[in-house]
């Protein structure tokens, strides 16, 4: 309830950007409570994210956000492995969706980026989040799933507003799929073994 009110006080009328940090940041602290130690460094490197976000530091946030997908990889895939994972024809499926969208996403945003090296540090991200997607959409957990593909439509959206052209309620649109998609993937993880073992 807490970090669904804070996500909320981020659209409030008044213009605190600061705010946007704070969602991120409960959830750090409720990881660590959890003693779910993979996962609060994950949320943590989102938070740093956040914060360079607020103050405008794209490369420092594309930096965080990779560390945060790196993590994410590594928990989903090494340390919390999918105990009943999809048909290999379903998981093949899911990965020439996960390499379309990243074949799209680039093909729109890379030509528009100017700086080559935040060009380069994109590719670089663009592929560690739909490996993340990837690595979610492999269990049979819903909300591991809907996490990580809202969690990929928010940076679509973003990279799509800061490149190719402005969209009008930007934040909203990046935002909500972006709390969204993290607080899913804290429930899946914190609820994996009992819906896979359903």
Excluded at 17 to 29: C, D, F, H, R, Y
Excluded at 75 to 102: E, G, I
Excluded at 117 to 139: D, E, K, P, Q, T
Excluded at 161 to 185: D, K, S
Aim: a positive charge.
């Amino acid at each position: 309830m807490v970090y669904i009110f804070l996500s909320l006080l981020d659209f409030m009328p008044v213009h605190y950007p600061s705010l946007m940090i704070m969602p991120l940041a409960w959830l750090t602290v409720c990881a660590l409570y959890k003693k779910q130690w993979v996962l609060s460094l994950a949320l943590f490197f989102s938070f740093l994210g956040d914060v360079m976000g607020w103050q405008n530091k794209l490369f420092p946030q594309i930096g965080f956000f990779a560390l945060a997908q790196i993590v994410y990889i590594v928990l989903l895939t090494l340390l919390m492995p999918p105990k009943v994972s999809w048909p290999k024809y379903v998981r093949t499926q899911f990965l020439l969706l996960v390499l379309m969208v990243y074949g799209i996403a680039m093909y729109r945003i890379i030509p528009r980026v100017e700086d080559k090296i935040i060009a380069s540090g994109i590719l670089f991200y663009a592929v560690l989040l739909l490996g993340m997607c990837y690595s979610a959409l492999r269990h049979r957990n819903i909300a591991l799933m809907l996490g990580a593909t809202f969690f990929v439509v928010s940076d679509f959206i973003l990279g799509t507003h800061l490149f190719v052209q402005r969209m009008p309620h930007a934040h909203l649109l990046i935002m909500i799929p972006y709390y969204l998609g993290q607080g899913l993937l804290y429930i899946g993880v914190l609820n994996m073994n009992k819906i896979e073992d359903k």
